[in-house]
């Protein structure tokens, strides 16, 4: 008789692949795919009267896969559970333990910080118990926000618009970008002016330097009439050189990723989204395969908020830079950096698991968003541990008349950590610094000329996706697992839209979060939502009941949802409309912006007297490959975007590709890119250009091309056959409902998935 195989249960299909490889035979690994027991979609699924007990049920389509893994279960000796080394990892392997029916001599938790042949078969031959705290937190969190968008969605639907979802986190995210909104809106603009003295020394060059103060105190000039009392006091006399201040200085390194820097990163420096950035490292996680090495993970766990690095990752990283670039760039011992207060110190930093497989040694296996982004992971983690960079820097002060201007200088002097990796910036500085001659105290110059400038003070910035993350961050909201979904949420729900790089809330996003302030307050007030981020960490580290905490909560939210619906009754809140710079061409109303199934379009104001619209029309860079005009961006019945000519159907260009802003260096024709994900370089359209790449060459295949004045045929219009193929399906599911009843709102709200 065959020896029974030990059984390990991970997440994801990917992780199970490559963990299976390192255990060899004696082992089964398979994947949950996520949750298989959750709270029930249908209604709230926990008995606030009762102690706020959950009612699990199985996850729907999910049968077949738990009754595979009670039967592999049962077969095993030992089974081990290998979720995620999370709090929501720990709830799905106890929910595991509970669906399997699992005694706890058979059922044994382990975790990967790393998927590591060493850290796999480590782990596995020092299981552990279940730490019910982790799940006790994950199940309050999970219940809270049950509470929230169960109870409050509902009202939403009857006093706003139907579809709409509130939540504990996202409602809190929201009200952030409508905040910075109000304060750009009521921001009071000051005038300031920059004035520069353009010196010269002779045969020594020039220099400017900028108006810094009078009489030894720094001074700003307000108005013209100010800028000009320092020209004419100056006018005339002697520019000598005050002090003349050498120095070093020096610029360490930054931290290591943890999961919000590591989004606010990819988001400045790769574009990428918060959500998208998660899934590249997950897959990183889970393992790629590497030429020559088989499946390899090559990150670290990606959804840590420590710093710490382990003491072997250390004596790698030591190794590695004095190999690669020298003991001088080595700083003499490892760095290791504080973590701040509240984090959980359960994994490490992200990094890469072998500093040794740099990024241009993994290149060949990866995919161009995983080589973008372990590159950047790979250069972080190296660079922390190099020395300092170093700069020499020049202050030069020069008075006349009792006014001082400054001028000061900085060159690199030792690249350090920078040969590797330099954090990017969420604004670039417009400052410019020039070198400066050779000077001496008491030269005296020759004023060549005054320049000024007339400035105003700026409003904060909108938030983008890196910006909000970090505010999040900063002040306690969400945890790192929840940014990337928050943020998703927010603009999925049209609360919040994206506008270039920037977050811009929706009249409905202000109209929301104007109810939520005005009878919720609690639930959008910054500090209530960390206290409760505390709340839930106390419930991790065992010193709180995660019972009495969901009681604490729900006895003043309750007594403020009566308070609402007694407020409200009878009140229906009108989300303004926004107005176009179009007029309807059949009654000549201003145009206003909709949204419908397929996105945003125009629309007459008027309806449903008048049922005109007309799609948004956006220009795109470049120029039309085959007459010249415009490139405009359309969308089609089904919601597809495609770009073509602005003459239509006249000229008959038409494409699935993006136009750039680059041109062919042979034929002067605009260039274009695959639309998607990953897209390559551009390429050229222009069939009688020698750089001319054909359609099946530039990313995916596609069917015949277009005829002139239609949509183009390819992936987009395969995809619009899909929902076609489901429609026997849908009749089958049909002819089992009885007849529909009506509803309460309450209850037709309630199928709505509450959202954090």
């Known amino acids: 008789m065959a020896k029974a195989k030990d059984l390990v249960i991970v997440e994801s299909p990917a992780k199970a692949k490559t963990i299976e490889k390192y255990l060899g ?95 796999v078969t480590e782990s596995i031959q020092h299981p552990r118990d279940i730490d019910q705290d982790l799940v006790d937190a ?54 300031y002016w920059l004035l520069d003295a353009h010196l010269s020394r002779g045969e020594g060059g020039g220099f400017s330097a900028r108006f810094y103060g009078r009489d030894g105190k720094k001074q700003e000039l307000h108005s013209e009439d100010e800028v000009n009392a320092i020209i004419d006091l ?60 088989g499946t390899v993970g090559l990150i670290t766990y990606m959804r840590p908020d420590s710093l710490r690095l382990s003491e072997e990752a250390l004596a790698a990283a030591r190794g590695f830079i004095i190999n690669r670039y020298g003991e001088a760039y080595y700083p003499g011992k490892p760095r290791r950096f504080k973590t701040k207060a509240g984090a959980q110190d359960a994994h490490e930093a992200i990094r890469p698991t072998d500093v040794e497989l740099t990024p241009e040694l993994v290149r060949k296996d990866l995919t161009q968003e995983q080589y973008r982004l372990y590159r950047l992971i790979w250069g972080r983690f190296t660079a922390c541990q190099m020395a300092n960079a170093v700069y020499d820097n020049v202050a030069v002060d020069v008075v006349s008349a009792g006014c001082s201007f400054r001028a000061t200088y900085s060159e690199m002097k030792f690249a350090g950590y920078t040969a590797v990796y330099e954090e990017a ?8 610094s020039n070198p400066l001659p050779s000077l001496s105290e008491g030269e005296v110059l020759t004023l060549e000329k005054m320049t ?11 938030y983008t996706e890196a910006t909000l993350i970090r505010a999040m961050e900063e002040k306690g909201i969400g945890r790192p697992s929840t940014y990337a979904p928050t943020i998703s949420t927010i603009t999925s729900h049209d609360y919040v839209i994206k506008e270039g790089k920037y977050l811009r809330p929706t009249p409905l996003g202000e109209v929301v979060t104007g109810l939520m ?6 639930i959008v007030d910054l500090k209530f939502t960390n206290h ?82 007309k799609p948004i029309v956006i220009e795109m860079p470049g120029k039309c490959p085959k007459c010249g005009g415009k490139i405009l961006k359309r969308t089609s019945k ?75 045929a390819g992936e987009a219009a395969e995809e619009e056959k899909k929902p076609a193929a489901k429609k026997a399906a849908a009749k089958k599911s049909a002819s089992k409902k009885t007849t529909a009843k009506k509803t309460t709102a309450k209850k037709t709200a309630a199928k709505a998935k509450d959202k954090e």
């Open 138 to 191: 994950q199940q309050a969190r999970r219940i809270l926000d049950r509470i929230v968008g169960y109870e409050l969605s509902p009202l939403l639907w009857k006093k706003v618009k139907s579809g709409l979802s509130a939540g504990r986190v996202q409602s809190v995210a929201t009200r952030m970008v409508v905040d910075r909104e109000e304060e750009i809106k009521s921001f009071v603009s000051e005038e």
């Open 25 to 119: 035979s004696g082992y089964k690994v398979t994947a949950s795919m996520g949750h298989l027991r959750d709270l029930p979609k249908s209604k709230m699924g926990v008995d606030i009267e009762h102690g706020f007990e959950p009612k699990y049920i199985p996850v729907r389509d999910k049968k077949e896969l738990i009754d595979q893994l009670k039967k592999d279960s049962k077969a095993a000796k030992t089974v081990y559970l290998a979720t995620d080394p999370d709090r929501e990892g720990e709830a799905i392997s106890w929910h595991l333990k509970e669906l399997l029916d699992l005694p706890d001599e058979k059922a044994r938790r382990v975790t990967f910080n790393e998927i590591t042949k060493k850290v």
């Open 532 to 613: 409760m981020e505390a709340e839930l960490d106390e419930i991790e580290k065992g010193k709180a009941a995660w019972r009495d905490v969901l009681a604490e909560f729900y006895g003043d939210f309750s007594k403020e949802m009566s308070a609402a619906e007694q407020a409200m009754d009878g009140v229906k809140l009108k989300v303004p409309d926004v107005l176009s710079d179009e007029y309807c061409e059949v009654c000549g109303r201003q145009m206003v912006v909709k949204k419908g199934k397929f996105g945003y379009f125009l629309a007459c104001p008027g309806f449903p007297e008048c049922t005109f619209t």
């Open 638 to 712: 089904k919601g597809y975007v495609f770009y073509a000519c602005e003459r239509g159907p006249e000229c008959g260009f038409i494409t699935w590709d993006v136009p750039t802003k680059d041109f062919c260096p042979a034929c002067g024709k605009t260039m274009f890119k695959r639309s998607g994900r990953g897209a390559l370089k551009p390429f050229c359209i222009n069939e009688a250009c020698p750089n001319f790449v054909p359609e099946d060459e530039r990313g995916y295949k596609r069917k015949a091309a277009a005829k002139s004045g239609e949509e183009p």
């Open 517 to 522: 302030k005005e009878h919720f307050a609690d």
């Open 234 to 293: 100056t006018k005339g006399k002697h520019f000598t050189v005050d002090s003349v201040k050498r120095g070093e200085k020096q610029r360490s390194p930054a931290p290591p990723f943890i999961t919000s820097t590591l989004q606010q990163e990819a988001s400045r420096r790769l574009g990428m989204t918060p959500r998208r950035t998660m899934s590249i490292a997950q897959q990183l996680y889970e393992g790629v395969d590497i030429t020559g090495r």
């Open 425 to 432: 910036k969420d604004e670039e500085s417009a400052e410019i």
């Open 452 to 462: 000024s400038d007339q400035q105003f003070t700026q409003p904060p910035a909108r």
